[in-house]
Structures are given as C-alpha cells and as structure tokens.
C-alpha cells in the first residue's frame, strides 16, 4: 500500500505544495509547528532518510535549500531549522521550520491548527518569495 506521501504525489491526496521538480516535492505541513513549516520528501518511496539511493540523498539538501531559501523570505524568523525524525510516516522527509527558538523545534509542543485558508496563503507566500 502506497506512503500518505505517496497518495500525495500522485495527487490522491490535497496539500499546499511550495516547490517541486522532477525528483522533490515540499509542502505544508498539516500540523506546524509553526507557520511555514514545510516537508520536504523524495518522488521515489524509501522508509528511511538514509536507505535512499544516493543520488537522491544528495539531491534532497540542495531542494530543501532552495524551499528554505523562499520560507526564509516568506515567514518572519531568525532561520529555518531541519530535522530528519522519520518516524510519522514511513516515507523519507525533511522539516524545514521556521525558528526564532530552539524550543521551535520541540515536537512534542501542541501543533498549530491552521485553516485550509490560512495555509493556502502561507503556501503561496512561500511559492512566490
């Protein structure tokens, strides 16, 4: 059975997408930490961050400092934070957060529940930024 993120790429399932090419997509995260906290994952469905091929492996920082590059323009905050967990759901992926904090980046605070609307916009700053 296909990752959520899978369902994702192939369009079975919405999301607020912020960059994309041939090989990566990034979108908003459902559940922020923060607004503009984006994921970053591989077209390809590998488990693990670091079972990827490498040619996807060292791919997936230079989009990911791309997408950051954007949310960095986009989103007030002192940087963007990345964290490689893996453990949501079973399909590589890279957090990019916003950050003024370390505790910005503590998972285990209360997630933020943002509007579709609300998203739509952050989404659209973050692809035009």
Same mark, same amino acid.
């Given at each position: ?24 997509? &990034?979108?908003? $995260?459902?559940?922020? %930490?923060?607004?503009?906290?984006? %994921? ?10 670091? $079972?990827?091929? &490498?040619d996807v ?6 989009? &990911? ?17 990345? &964290? ?11 957090? %990019? ?16 529940d943002?509007?579709?609307?609300? %998203? ?10």
């Open positions: 059975m296909p990752s959520l993120f899978t369902r994702i790429i192939q369009g079975e399932i919405p999301c607020h997408r912020v960059g994309e090419d041939d090989r990566f997509l &990034a979108f908003l $995260d459902i559940a922020p %930490l923060r607004e503009g906290h984006t %994921l970053v994952i591989p077209k390809v469905e590998v488990d693990r961050f670091f $079972d990827l091929p &490498a492996l060292s791919g997936i920082m230079p989009f &990911a400092q791309e997408v950051a590059a954007r949310i960095q323009k986009a989103i007030p905050c002192d940087r963007v934070g990345v &964290a490689v967990i893996g453990l949501e759901v079973p399909h590589a992926h890279v957090h %990019l957060i916003p950050i003024d904090r370390m505790s910005d980046m503590d998972f285990a605070r209360p997630k933020l943002l509007t579709q609307d609300a %998203l739509a916009v952050i989404a659209e700053r973050i692809r035009t930024a």
